[in-house]
Antibody, heavy 128, light 108 residues
Framework: QVQLQESGPGLVKPSQTLSLTCTVS??????????WSWIRQHPGKGLEWIGY???????YYNSSLKSRVTISVDTSKNQFSLKLSSVTAADTAVYYC????????????????????WGQGTLVTVSS | DIVMTQSPLSLPVTPGEPASISCRSS???????????LDWYLQKPGQSPQLLIY???NRASGVPDRFSGSGSGTDFTLKISRVEAEDVGVYYC?????FGQGTRLEIK
């Protein structure tokens, strides 16, 4: 059974960089076949896909966040990470990591579908 | 950008009764390969979302057969044939990383 666990600071100051790590157990990121993704949920609101990465390092990001997001992978630790720069209060959210079964491409961009395993989520508050 | 619109936003249902949630996309979701890349997720209270349906109509592993998905192009529907108490939560459709606003199912 694949399990994902988010970790990182729960409080980040405005203008700083939010950094989170997702540790995967029960499966190897480097075995391929899946993508690894970040999704967030603003308090009391809906879900927003942030981006995803393949074990090779190939990434795809939500266009609305692309200028501030970096997702990376460390196969030796079976982890992948999220960095979101220049944060504001609007970035306060529960951040989830998830395994992505597949993606599809259209119009020169690639998109996720079929998130089959999710972490429990971690609340990150942006405040001074 | 694609906009996903769900209705209703709130859905009170008597146990044992059917329920239906609509998801409409501002653009056709029918890919040139013939697939509709539309997922349905359920977020139970206090939990992470869980996958119910993928590719519009395929039930995810372990999902009871009272859940079914249908539709193509811009109009999709999630149906629950007989609602149970454990089905309470917020249902989201998703296409290409864009989620609908969610439909909250509650028991009457």
């Amino acid at each position: 059974q694949v399990q994902l666990q988010e970790s990182g600071p729960g409080l980040v100051k405005p203008s700083q960089t939010l950094s989170l790590t997702c540790t995967v157990s029960g499966g190897s990121i480097s075995s391929g076949g899946y993508y690894w993704s970040w999704i967030r949920q603003h308090p009391g609101k809906g879900l927003e896909w942030i981006g995803y990465i393949y074990y090779s390092g190939t990434t795809y990001y939500n266009s609305s966040l692309k200028s501030r997001v970096t997702i990376s992978v460390d196969t030796s630790k079976n982890q992948f990470s999220l960095k979101l720069s220049s944060v504001t209060a609007a970035d306060t959210a529960v951040y989830y990591c998830a395994r992505l079964q597949s993606s599809y491409c259209s119009g020169g961009n690639c998109y996720p579908y079929h998130f089959d395993y999710w972490g429990q989520g971690t609340l990150v508050t942006v405040s001074s | 950008d694609i906009v996903m619109t769900q209705s209703p936003l709130s859905l009170p249902v008597t146990p044992g009764e059917p329920a239906s949630i609509s998801c409409r996309s501002s653009q056709s979701l029918l890919h040139s390969n013939g697939y509709n890349y539309l997922d349905w997720y359920l977020q139970k209270p206090g939990q992470s979302p869980q996958l119910l349906i993928y590719l519009g109509s395929n039930r995810a592993s372990g999902v009871p057969d009272r859940f079914s998905g249908s539709g193509s192009g811009t109009d999709f529907t999630l149906k629950i044939s007989r609602v149970e108490a454990e089905d309470v939560g917020v249902y989201y459709c998703m296409q290409g990383g864009t989620f609908g606003q969610g439909t909250r199912l509650e028991i009457k």
